[in-house]
């Protein structure tokens, strides 16, 4: 899988991209990352992508000529036939706005079945509507807040990505029984069965423990120390039901 991050400041991912799972990811194939400088595609002397918007405001906006050209290339040069046209059954492009829709673990695992995933980091007071209407197939919101520019929003959801990829976690199984993993995946029970039928967007991950058994006074459940596994796999069910209602009840 590509992941392509087009922004104003390219430097921002040398971290995000050079540690954990994301790291290993790219030095065993199983990602390519590419950051591309978005005033690379303006055409003044001053390298502009943003300008104040139509009908007064604050702040100042993305322009779309810019945005337009750097995805445009991606796909052109990716094409070998020089055209513009998005392939959206093989790849998403992701616009990251505080005005999208909310990225959720469902989102990430239909992200990671394409090809190819564009990434573009708003700033600003936002970007120019044609951009959300005619070029990105997604726009996204990572949260109900707002933050400076949507590079820290796209290391996140190429993080969260990434692990849904075969072969990206040393345990595969990590992926299944965590939280927002869906229920009926999660634990074979009639009541966690019904709860997936409910929601997509599953439930939170049971209560871990490691050693000391106790801890300032606080003990490890006894059911965990037992070794019965039946009656650890009815504990952990109870328990993620339990901490999914008190945290997050919207899930249910």
């Not at 604050?58 to 779309?64: A, F, I, L, S």
């Not at 959300?132 to 520019?149: K, N, P, Q, R």
């Amino acid at each position: 899988m590509r992941f392509d991050l087009i922004t104003i400041f390219p430097e921002f991912f040398t971290g995000p991209l050079d540690y954990g799972i994301v790291r290993r990811a790219r030095e065993a194939n199983l990602i390519e990352t590419h950051v591309h400088d978005l005033r690379a595609f303006t055409h003044d002397r001053h390298r502009t992508v943003d300008d104040r918007p139509f009908g007064g405001g604050e702040g100042m906006v993305m322009k779309p000529e810019p945005l337009f050209a750097a995805v445009e290339s991606l796909f052109s040069c990716a094409d070998g036939a020089g055209s513009s046209a998005i392939p959206s059954e093989r790849a998403a492009v992701v616009l990251l706005s505080a005005s999208g829709t909310m990225f959720r673990q469902e989102t990430a695992r239909r992200f990671a079945k394409v090809d190819r995933v564009v990434l573009i980091c708003g700033r600003y007071e936002g970007v120019d509507e044609r951009v959300a209407e005619h070029l990105a197939t997604d726009e996204i919101s990572i949260g109900d807040f707002v933050l400076s520019g949507g590079e820290l929003a796209a290391a996140m959801i190429l993080d969260a990505v990434t692990r849904l990829i075969p072969g990206a976690l040393g345990n595969e199984d990590s992926i299944v029984n965590e939280s927002f993993s869906e229920p009926a995946k999660s634990f074979d029970s009639p009541a966690l069965t019904s709860a997936s039928r409910a929601t997509s967007r599953g439930i939170l991950d049971y209560p871990h423990y490691t050693r000391p058994p106790s801890f300032r006074g606080w003990d490890v459940p006894e059911v965990l120390l037992g070794g019965n596994h039946e009656e650890i796999r009815k504990w952990r069910e109870k328990k993620a039901m339990e901490k999914t209602r008190r945290n997050r009840p919207d899930l249910l």
